[in-house]
């Protein structure tokens, strides 16, 4: 199998004008340089490093609602419309969901999974013969976790979870916590659970920042996300300083689940630059799930966007990694190449 075009190469996402050639077992057996016919701008699949999916039921609810009013367990709108919910009508939602990911590039997601055991089946089953690996993070009980793939605990102040990150760590699974979205006051306690990542980390202070930095913490923030609760904005210059920050987009009920409005949000408001940001979105989402592909490089496994350079939208685009993450949309995606 070969895709021809402009190739966001390696960890630099460098552009190379050429050929990718994939062997019989899904591997990039060579990355070959030289003038193609081609207008299509190939880059590693996104990986999108935090999802509630659940919330596929409930799009653009709770306008106006505060973010413990709108998600917080147990009472919060979120976890009332879950348990509403019929199971047939939340595999629908999530499958939807997951449809318009794999449209859009996005090769994996990781998904912090309410309603335990019965949840993440659900999320198994929506997810059954699609073109994306969904890590599912399992919430609520040992059980769970056991379940699926690791688990991902709401934040420190919302309960001890000592046995979860002790059974995870025995089971060889991740293990993920909300820290510091809404205060400083959860973000100690969750760095004392070792856990393989934080998600948010809006309110941090200089000493948050150097224990992440010490431990090797990776951190996945969700910009769309916090300005759509009201809670802030991460401090993800600082952060991408000290350790690996990977993109994530969050509760569908708020946001739709694209990684280009990710992106373009997040270079928006910094100055981090397109490469860094496309880097967030791919290579270091990878390296925060634990997965064995993430980029574009021979020996790899193949888990390629095609994205359409030729388009409407990208035709007449300088750079092709700034085209990608300001300009372009789920709608350039040609398709995403999963071998």
Do not use: W
Not at 175 to 187: K, L, N, Q
Not at 260 to 283: H, K, P, Q, W, Y
């Amino acid at each position: 199998m070969e895709r021809a075009g402009t190739i966001l190469r390696g960890r630099e996402l460098e552009p190379v004008e050429g050929r990718i050639v994939i062997d019989d077992d899904g591997l990039i057996d060579r990355i070959e340089e030289e003038d193609v016919d081609s207008e299509a701008i190939l880059l590693p699949g996104f990986v999108n490093a935090h999802t509630h999916l659940g919330d596929s039921i409930a799009k653009g609810a709770g306008e106006g609602l505060s973010l413990e009013a709108l998600v917080a367990p147990p009472d919060g709108l979120k976890h009332r419309l879950l348990e509403e919910a019929d199971r047939a009508e939340l595999v629908r939602g999530m499958r939807r969901s997951l449809r318009y990911m794999t449209a859009g590039g996005t090769a994996a997601c990781l998904d912090f999974r309410e309603g335990g055991v019965y949840g993440v089946r659900a999320l198994q089953e929506a997810a059954r013969g699609l073109d994306i690996d969904v890590l599912a993070l399992g919430r609520g009980s040992i059980e769970a976790m056991e379940e699926s793939d690791g688990f991902g605990a709401s934040g420190a102040n919302d309960g001890v979870f000592d046995r979860e990150r002790t059974a995870t760590r025995e089971a060889g699974k991740l293990f993920g916590i909300h820290a510091g979205e809404v205060d400083a006051s959860d973000v100690n306690p969750a760095i004392d659970l070792d856990p393989d990542f934080l998600v948010h980390a809006v309110h941090l202070e200089e000493l948050h920042l150097d224990r992440i930095e010490d431990r090797g913490l990776p951190v996945v923030v969700c910009p769309r996300s916090n300005q759509a609760t009201g809670v802030g904005f991460p401090p993800v210059e600082a952060l991408a300083e000290r350790t690996t920050v990977a993109l994530g987009t969050d509760n569908v009920m708020t946001n739709s689940p694209s990684m280009f409005r990710e992106m373009a949000t997040l270079e928006r408001l910094t100055d981090l630059g397109s490469r860094e940001v496309l880097r967030m979105a791919t290579v270091n989402g990878a390296e925060v799930a634990g997965l064995e592909y993430g980029l574009i490089a021979e020996g790899e496994p193949a888990r390629i966007a095609v994205v359409d350079g030729g388009s409407d939208n990208l035709a007449g685009a300088l750079d092709p990694v700034r085209a990608i993450v300001r300009r372009a949309g789920v709608a350039d995606v040609e398709e995403l190449l999963v071998p």
